[in-house]
T-cell receptor, first 109, second 118 residues
Framework: GIQVEQSPPDLILQEGANSTLRCNFSDSVNNLQWFHQNPWGQLINLFY???GTKQNGRLSATTVATERYSLLYISSSQTTDSGVYFCAVASQGAQKLVFGQGTRLTINP | GAGVSQTPSNKVTEKGKYVELRCDPI?????LYWYRQSLGQGPEFLIYFQGTGAADDSGLPNDRFFAVRPEGSVSTLKIQRTERGDSAVYLC????????????????FGPGTRLTVL
């Protein structure tokens, strides 16, 4: 099945810093979503982005489907951005999401 | 409802017991998914419903696990003869439709049920 790799596994930054999280996947996809899992375990949708670029406030994401990777950018980080960020993909013709191992982001005040 | 809801939020049971976990999807969403998340891991797919039927149950680990969605809305995940290895957070998600290849495929997750098998 499709493989999803996220990097880095851990990232520790000071408040106000910018960060880039990467997601590589091994096959063509028809769904790619970025999630933020908060300290209470809730998975919060950030982007649906199987291709192209989207922006929402301080967050933006780019997926280059032909090269099988996606990037999540967080600018001017805040302590509330802390948590685990997951990339999840669905292969062409499939509906189930396959998740990466996540990037644990810690923003220190 | 406004979001996906799951009950109970926590369930503690003894090895060998039977448990049922409930999921209420977002109103009008035709697709419903169950995932399981172990500590320190990403969620793993269990089963997916399109309407009332299970369209893909390839992620169910064994025949102790079963799920139903009799009226195409609420779903129940049933686990028989629970084992300590079943301890995890069970997540439910729903999407408006599935397989159309557009934003309507976006999956929205509930808060999960934390299952602990003693």
């Amino acid at each position: 099945g499709i493989q999803v790799e996220q990097s880095p596994p851990d990232l520790i930054l000071q408040e106000g810093a910018n960060s880039t999280l990467r997601c590589n996947f091994s096959d063509s996809v028809n769904n790619l979503q970025w999630f933020h899992q908060n300290p209470w375990g809730q998975l919060i949708n950030l982007f649906y982005i199987p291709s192209g670029t989207k922006q929402n406030g301080r967050l933006s994401a780019t997926t280059v489907a032909t090269e099988r990777y996606s990037l999540l950018y967080i600018s001017s980080s805040q302590t509330t951005d802390s948590g685990v960020y997951f990339c999840a993909v669905a292969s062409q013709g499939a509906q189930k999401l396959v998740f990466g191992q996540g990037t644990r982001l810690t923003i220190n005040p | 409802g406004a979001g996906v809801s799951q009950t109970p939020s926590n369930k503690v049971t003894e090895k060998g017991k039977y448990v049922e976990l409930r999921c209420d999807p977002i109103s009008g969403h035709t697709a419903l998914y169950w995932y399981r998340q172990s500590l320190g891991q990403g969620p793993e797919f269990l089963i997916y419903f399109q309407g009332t039927g299970a369209a893909d149950d390839s992620g169910l680990p064994n025949d102790r696990f079963f799920a139903v969605r009799p009226e195409g809305s609420v779903s129940t995940l049933k686990i028989q003869r629970t084992e300590r290895g079943d301890s995890a957070v069970y997540l439910c998600a729903s999407s408006l439709v599935s397989g159309w290849g557009g934003p309507t495929d976006t999956q929205y997750f509930g808060p999960g049920t934390r299952l602990t098998v003693l």
